[in-house]
């Protein structure tokens, strides 16, 4: 199965795409791609664009590539491509960010994340964090830093405890049995995980679509299964996409903390199964309906069966 747009993709804008890959990595043949980035790119390609991968293609950026590739959508689903073989090897390459940023520009998608990529590279970890951060509340909830950063601190603090919600969550314990609440109930208690609005919890607003896509997706809280869900909110959200994707591969990809989920989660390297993180690219980007709002209002569906749920939100 492939990336929905992707799969129409013409010939010549195929072989454009594989040139575009050939050339990150082997940073436009300065560098030998490794035994494991030749092999799952063979898997990913294919997978993602529903072609096979083309015979010798050029390790060169093809002049026009944007030309080629013309709707925004396939633009996005090509950078998360690239950005995924960029994060194959659990180590950051100068050079593959250099490109990654010039292909970013070249697509008109996604250049400030990769601006972020390249001050990790600098070692500006604060610095490209505090800006992840800083869009993220902004595009996310349209929050400015102060109140975002307020969302997180305030309640550990005992103040501004979602009172609402908390209990709300309280509740789902008296969820029928295999409906969402009764999914989501286990979530947390199973994991021992706080309520989101709690004080000891995360921001409602922040973590609340997180959590579902867990429960709905059937994705586990280890790592992979972290990256895993991330990559699920990517395809649902493809104009946040690596905004929303790129803290967690470098958390446990290539074992740089996240400064502000370092407390909860550990810093790893060599985490990412890339074709599982493919196919959840993938289930994102083909489900319909309300869970494609990040501010989707669940908690109507709350009783429903949770299979029903998967069913009509074509959760594949």
């Not at 109140?147 to 005992?158: D, E, K, N, S, V």
């Not at 946040?240 to 967690?248: E, Q, R, T, V």
């Not at 199964?273 to 494609?292: K, S």
Request: hydrophobic share 45%; aromatic share 8%.
């Amino acid at each position: 199965m492939a990336f929905h747009d992707l799969a129409s993709l013409p010939p010549a804008a195929v072989r454009a795409v594989a040139q575009t890959c050939e050339a990150l990595i082997s940073a436009e043949g300065k560098e030998r791609p490794t035994e494991r980035e030749r092999e799952l790119l063979a898997t990913l390609f294919p997978s993602l664009l529903g072609q096979p991968w083309p015979k010798d293609p050029a390790a060169t950026i093809p002049v026009g590539l944007s030309g080629l590739v013309l709707s925004r959508r396939q633009r996005q689903e090509v950078m998360q491509l690239l950005t995924l073989l960029a994060f194959l090897e659990p180590r950051l390459d100068q050079a593959k960010v250099q490109l990654l940023k010039r292909i970013a520009v070249e697509l008109q998608v996604e250049p400030e994340t990769m601006a972020d990529l390249e001050e990790v590279c600098r070692g500006h970890v604060l610095k490209s964090f505090g800006d992840m951060y800083r869009r993220t509340f902004h595009a996310l909830n349209n929050d400015g830093v102060v109140q975002g950063y307020a969302r997180f601190i305030l309640p550990m603090l005992g103040v501004g405890i979602d009172r609402e919600h908390e209990s709300r969550y309280a509740a789902l314990n008296a969820a029928p049995a295999g409906s969402l609440g009764a999914g989501l109930h286990a979530y947390y208690i199973d994991n021992n995980f706080p309520y989101p609005g709690s004080r000891r919890g995360l921001p409602y607003a922040y973590v609340a679509i997180h959590d579902l896509h867990h429960v709905i997706g059937g994705y586990a809280t280890n790592p992979n299964g972290e990256l895993q869900v991330l990559g699920f909110a990517m395809g649902l959200f493809p104009d946040h996409a690596l905004l929303i994707g790129l803290p967690a591969l470098l958390q446990f990809q290539m074992g740089i903390a996240d400064p502000l989920a370092g407390s909860v989660a550990p810093k790893l390297k060599d985490q990412l199964d890339a074709p599982a993180f493919a196919q959840a690219l993938q289930r994102g980007g083909a489900t319909t309906g309300p869970i494609r709002d990040f501010h989707w209002d669940f908690w109507p569906w709350i009783e429903r069966p949770l299979a029903d749920v998967r069913r009509e939100l074509q959760v594949l």
